[in-house]
């Protein structure tokens, strides 16, 4: 059974960093590509960074059930498909999501108890994420105060985590989320049908 591991953070926390270094780094994940109505943006490519539909054909997925979650954020439409659940599974892979705190929500609620790992990415301080904001010299004055007061929003939302992160230093944060995953890889629960099979071979011998 997939993990799925879903990592949230406000914009300019450096979630983009820690999840492709995570990738990088620890065996067995696949990154789930999320569908998108917003055009590509810069280097972004179909496939790799996100899917790019039309807004009709994404409502239209929707209408048939299958997304996992999806929300709208600044006017454009964000949903994890069903298959990547599906694709990561049928691979033997956990499963990597990198969403708003809106998509965690619904995720945690469609699907079963224990499925799912979230993890919540905070910046050291406001300041640090404006100047974060700021220096990724992608956005305008508005859209930086607006990314702000956003980010105020998601934090209050920490709890619903099982994981809380601090992104102070790249190396030590993508460390730590290794950490987590393999921490969660070896739960109980997770791996009782591996552990009976061991019992039972000690079972033998004693009847012997």
């Known amino acids: 059974m997939s993990i799925v591991f879903i990592i949230s953070a406000p914009s300019g926390s450096g979630k983009s960093t820690l ?28 496939g790799e960074n996100y899917y790019y539909i039309g807004r009709q054909e994404f409502e239209q997925r929707v209408e048939r059930g299958e997304f996992l979650e999806y929300a709208q954020v600044f006017g454009n439409y964000y949903g994890t498909h069903r298959s ?3 694709r990561a599974a049928a691979a033997g892979q956990d ?3 990198d969403i708003d705190v809106q998509g965690a929500r619904q995720l945690r609620e469609n699907l079963p108890a224990g499925r799912a790992v979230s993890i919540f990415i905070l910046a050291p301080s406001r300041d640090e994420l404006e100047k974060r904001l700021r ?39 993508v460390e730590t989320l290794r950490s987590i995953v393999r ?18 071979t000690f079972e033998k011998k004693q009847e012997v």
Request: charged content about 35%; cysteine-free.
């Open 19 to 46: 999840v492709g270094g995570l990738l990088k780094t620890m065996p067995g994940l696949r990154f789930s590509v999320s569908y998108t109505t917003r055009a590509p943006r810069g280097a972004e490519r179909e």
């Open 84 to 86: 990547e659940l599906e």
């Open 95 to 97: 499963l990597v999501l």
């Open 135 to 173: 220096a990724r010299s992608e956005d305008s004055e508005s859209v930086i105060e607006r990314r702000l007061r956003d980010a105020a929003e998601e934090i209050r939302n920490y709890s619903q985590y099982d994981y809380v992160l601090v992104n102070s230093d790249v190396e030590e944060s």
């Open 183 to 200: 921490a969660e890889r070896v739960r109980r629960a997770r791996i009782e049908a591996r552990i009976r099979p061991i019992l039972a």
